[in-house]
């Protein structure tokens, strides 16, 4: 399962988020230098090229809950180190202290547009939101309290893969949160899957591609094997576009391609349809 | 030609002095001669439990991708009186790096599923090295809900080094096809064993890993990466793989002490490139005491179980 390399990261100019407020973030994209105060006013959109920067968990939490609505669930789950891997612990010390996270994704219950929902959200700058234990154990109830609650279940994916070094537990995990899926889709609720920049390896190849509905961010990457892998396995050119969001959609994996600033009347009206309640407006 | 491991060449050393020895014996028969050879075969013995007992796991990563080691249709000639192979996803194509059909094994109806690599280069052309391509996947869950249809159990002999990471195969969305097939086998209502008969690679192992008895070869490795992957992350470069195999806990007993696996099969000494048809009646035998336990359990038990079986894995504390 490929680590995401960490090219994307600096593509996305996170290394300038630590800067203080005011100060000026170039696009990636257009080249276009942005205030960071404005770009966190656009949802981290570029305002010129469109270009979807990294969100972080509070922040997309933020911008997609009906306002207080929205109640953390298992922000207590800590990792620790089953294998004994030499410097994990201190590793996941600095991302908590780096991103204010207590790991890879936060989960709990809100409303979106009135309608209450079960809510993931992968946090791309926490370790590369590889999953590991409690990633999977944090989404897996999540999905759990959403069948026991009839609900539909919403997860933001972003991820550079499993957590290599929860070796075989963090593998567990796929198999954990499908099976969960699996219960929620039988008892007849409806499950989205959003993919974010970028969803990569054990994430896409478990939850992330399960959704009822798939929709993914514009130009994100979605892939298994990262393109990297993909180039030296097959030493063949890569097809123009090759695991972007569009491509993947062309591909029949994605459902529809929805711009931030549309996401939350987007899922409103999809849950509209998944309850069986839907009224005519 | 013969792959030789580098900790298994005294072992063959040892061989050939015997079989030099039994030449010589054959045609000029001697008793000193006889006395040598018991003695040397003696020695032999005890030189593979010598090395059996002290395999590290990077040493067991190398059995277990062993060229001469029994693969999933050697197994299936070997245990099943029967073998109907049974071709396609019915949307693109076949994938031949995972055969499937309906098989005796022993008195059991069962529905086999595996990756298949290949000795040479014109049979890996074929297979693919045990790469399964998303048709792999939709084939093997095609042929699964066969068999939930006439309630026949399901065997899959798992040996991948993981899926195929290919531009075909992530156009057609492979990652999809092992997802859809960790989430379906849950609701499989029939009985299904997995074995991973040598390469658990990752995700593609996965892929066919959801099941009611979990069992590994002794000499079988289980792993979220491979060695060489985790050591090129970790210690930026792959020649710090048996560092990183360690780390992984990726062995048979390390994942019984993790508590992943519900059961080793026993190879023959040395492993299972020493002596397939020995394999092959471990596994055959393991997969019948599996079979056994979970025939008579109602449907809702034997999927509430699995659930729990998976469920359960994880390691983290709680505020
Ligand atoms: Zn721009």
């Excluded at chain 1, 298992?74 to 991302?95: C, I, R, T």
């Excluded at chain 1, 219950?109 to 944090?138: H, T, Y």
């Excluded at chain 2, 008969?197 to 979220?224: F, K, Q």
């Excluded at chain 2, 000494?269 to 079979?291: C, F, P, R, Y």
């Amino acid at each position: 399962m490929g680590f995401f390399k960490k090219r994307s990261v600096d593509d996305l100019g996170e290394k300038k988020r630590d800067m203080p407020e005011g100060l000026w973030t170039k696009c990636p994209s257009c080249a276009e230098s942005l205030y960071e105060s404005a770009l966190a006013r656009n949802q981290r959109v570029c305002a010129n090229c469109g270009h979807h920067f990294t969100q972080s968990a509070p922040e997309r939490i933020a911008a997609l809950c009906d306002e207080g609505s929205f109640e953390e669930l298992d922000a207590k789950l800590d990792s620790v180190n089953a294998l004994g891997f030499k410097g994990y612990l201190d590793k996941v010390k600095a991302y908590q202290e780096k991103t204010g996270l207590g790991e890879a994704v936060v989960t709990g219950r809100g409303n979106i547009e009135g309608q209450p929902v079960l809510l993931a959200v992968m946090d791309f700058r926490f370790l590369g939101a590889s999953m590991g234990s409690v990633v999977g154990e944090k989404i897996t109830r999540a999905i759990e309290t959403a069948t026991k609650e009839r609900k539909p279940v919403i997860v933001f994916s972003a991820s550079g893969g499993a957590r290599m070094h929860e070796g075989i537990l963090s593998l567990m995990q796929m198999a954990k949160t499908s099976g969960a899926l699996a219960r929620h889709s039988e008892a007849g609720l409806g499950y989205i899957s959003v993919l974010t920049h970028p969803t990569t390896g054990g994430v896409t190849a478990s939850y992330a591609t399960l959704g009822d509905v798939i929709l993914a961010e514009p130009k994100c990457m979605i892939g298994f094997a990262g393109p990297r892998v993909v180039k030296e396995t097959t030493h063949a050119d890569l097809p123009p576009g090759f695991q972007t969001a569009e491509f993947m959609m062309e591909h029949g994996l994605v459902d529809l391609i929805v711009q931030r600033k549309d996401m939350r009347s987007t899922l409103a009206k999809l849950i509209g349809y998944m309850s069986k309640t839907k009224v005519a407006a | 030609m013969k792959q030789v491991l580098e900790f298994e060449k005294p072992v063959l050393k040892l061989r050939d002095e015997i079989d030099e020895l039994k030449r010589k014996q054959a045609s000029k028969p001697s008793p000193a001669i006889a006395i040598e050879i018991s003695k040397l075969e003696a020695r032999l013995i005890e030189l593979q439990k010598d090395i059996n007992s002290n395999l590290n796991p990077w040493q067991r990563v190398q059995i277990a991708r062993h060229t001469q080691r029994p693969f999933m249709l050697d197994y299936v000639k070997l245990i099943c009186s029967e073998f109907v192979e049974l071709h396609g996803d019915r949307h693109i194509g076949d994938d031949n790096a995972m055969p499937a059909g309906f098989a005796m094994w022993g008195d059991k109806r069962v529905l086999v599923v595996g990756h298949q690599k290949g000795r040479d280069t014109k049979e890996n052309l074929l297979r693919n090295f045990g790469s399964a391509h998303p048709e792999g996947y939709r084939k093997a869950m095609r042929l699964m809900r066969l068999a939930d249809k006439f309630q026949i159990p399901i065997v899959t002999l798992i040996d991948t080094p993981g899926a195929f990471p290919g531009i075909g195969a992530e156009e057609r969305n492979i990652a999809e096809a092992i997802a859809y097939n960790l989430r379906e086998m849950m609701l499989l209502k029939t009985p299904i064993i997995a074995v991973v008969i040598g390469e658990g690679g990752s995700g593609g192992a996965l892929g066919i890993g959801i099941a009611d008895r979990v069992l590994l070869m002794e000499n079988a490795y289980y792993s979220v990466i491979s060695p060489e992957g985790c050591a090129a992350i970790l210690w930026k470069h792959r020649e710090h793989a048996p560092e990183a195999a360690s780390a992984l806990k990726l062995s048979a007993q390390d994942l019984k002490q993790l508590g992943i696996i519900d059961g080793i099969v026993p190879e023959p000494l040395g492993g299972a490139h020493h002596d397939h048809l020995e394999a092959a009646t471990n596994l055959k035998q393991a997969v019948l005491d599996a079979l056994a336990e979970l025939e008579s359990l109602p449907h809702d038990q034997l999927l509430d179980q699995r659930y729990q079986k998976f469920r359960k894995f994880g390691e983290f504390t709680e505020g």
